[in-house]
C-alpha cells in the first residue's frame, strides 16, 4: 500500500449538542452514537476540560505512552472519527489544549478527560462498513488497507 | 444533564472563501453571516494573523483571561460554530498559532485578532434554532441543556 | 477588499481513507485528487508522522522559513484545503503535532512528511473553479480577490 486508498461516503445526519458537564468525552460521545445508531461519522469539538488523559503512540516500542493533566485547559481542537470495533462504535480522537498564558499541550485522547463545557459537531456517514482491525506494520487497530 | 444531547440539522449552504487582510477575523465571520442570513454553522479557518486576543475561561472565578500576542504568527487551526446570541450571528471559536521556530500557543479567539491572510469554508446548518444563554453551573452563554 | 468574500459550492463526494505508512502526506493527497478528479475540497486528518517538514511565513520578507523535525509525533490536528495552482489540485494545509510529554510544534505543512499513520475525511465541493494566483499584498498564492 503506497497510495491513499479512500472509501465513498454519503453525508448522514448532522448533529450540534452541548456535552454534559463533568462527563468523559469519549464515553459521552460513543454513548451516543450506540444509541442513535450511528457507525461512522467524523467530529469537530471545542470547549474546555477539567482534567485531561492524554498520549501519543511509541512508534518503536509500538505501545502508547499516557500521561495525565489535572488542570483547568481549553480544548483548543479536538477532532475525530467514530467508526466500529469489535463491532461498537469506536472513537478516535486527537486533542490540543491550551491554558491561562496560552501554553498548549495535546496527545491522542483518553478516557477520562473531563468536560467542563463542550460542544460538538458530529458528521454521520453512510456506507461501507468501516471496522478497525489490528495492523501488524504499525501495531495500531486501523482501517483495513482496502479500506 | 448526563448525556451528549444533540439536536438534528440538515447541511445549509457551503462556502469557500479568503479573509480579507488587515481585518478582525471574528468581526468579518459575523458580518459575512448578517449579511447572508446565517444563523447556525461551523467552520475551519487556516491562514495566518498580524496580531492576535486569545483568551482561557478561569473554571474557579468564571471570567476568562484575555492575552494580547503581537506577533506575525500562522494559524494552525480555527474551528468554531455560529449561532445565535441575543438574537444575532455570535461566533464561538478557538485558536492554534505557531511561530517561525514551531512554537505553539492557543486560546479561545477574541477581538481584536488581526488576518494576514486566511481561507475560510463555513458549512451552514439548517433546522432547529441554535441560540445561547445563561448557563449557571459555567457561567458561560451555552445552547439551551436541551440543546 | 475589506470584507469577508466567499463561493457557494455544492457538497460532493466524501471519502475516508488511510494513508499509506512511509510516504508524504502532501504528495499522497494531491495524487489521490489527480487520479479521482478532485479539484475542490477540505480535509481532517489526524495520525501520527515519523518526520516533518513545517514552516511559517515571514510577513516582512515574504518568504516562508522552513524547519524540519527527525522524530516520532502525533498528527494532533491537519486541516486543510484542495484548489487549484497552475491547473492541478493543489493542497493547503497547516498541522499541529506533538510528543510522549504532550509538547507541542506546529506550522504550515510541507513535503517531505512522512506517515506513520493517518486517516482523513475529504470532503469534496462541487461549484465554481477556485484557482490560486499571486496576491501581490501577501506575496502568497492566494484565491482571486472576488474569490
Known amino acids: ?42 467530529f469537530s469539538l471545542i470547549g474546555a476540560v477539567s482534567a485531561a488523559t492524554l498520549g501519543a503512540y511509541d512508534q518503536k516500542q509500538l505501545v502508547y505512552v499516557t500521561f495525565r493533566e489535572k488542570a ?27 491554558d491561562e498564558q496560552g501554553k498548549v499541550i495535546g496527545g491522542h485522547l483518553f478516557s477520562e478527560t473531563v468536560i467542563f463545557a463542550g460542544e460538538i459537531e458530529i458528521r454521520e456517514l453512510t456506507g461501507p462498513r468501516l471496522e478497525r482491525a489490528y495492523d501488524p506494520a504499525t501495531g495500531l487497530a486501523l482501517w483495513a488497507p482496502g479500506v
Open 1 to 42: 500500500m503506497d497510495k491513499l486508498i479512500c472509501r465513498e461516503f454519503t453525508p448522514g445526519r448532522r448533529f450540534m449538542g452541548r456535552l454534559p458537564h463533568g462527563k468523559d468525552i469519549i464515553g459521552v460521545i460513543e454513548t451516543f452514537c450506540k444509541e442513535n445508531s450511528v457507525r461512522t461519522a467524523t
Open 72 to 98: 483547568a485547559l481549553e480544548i483548543l481542537s479536538c477532532i475525530g472519527n467514530i467508526s466500529l470495533k469489535e463491532g461498537s462504535p469506536f472513537v478516535h480522537a486527537h486533542i490540543v489544549l491550551g
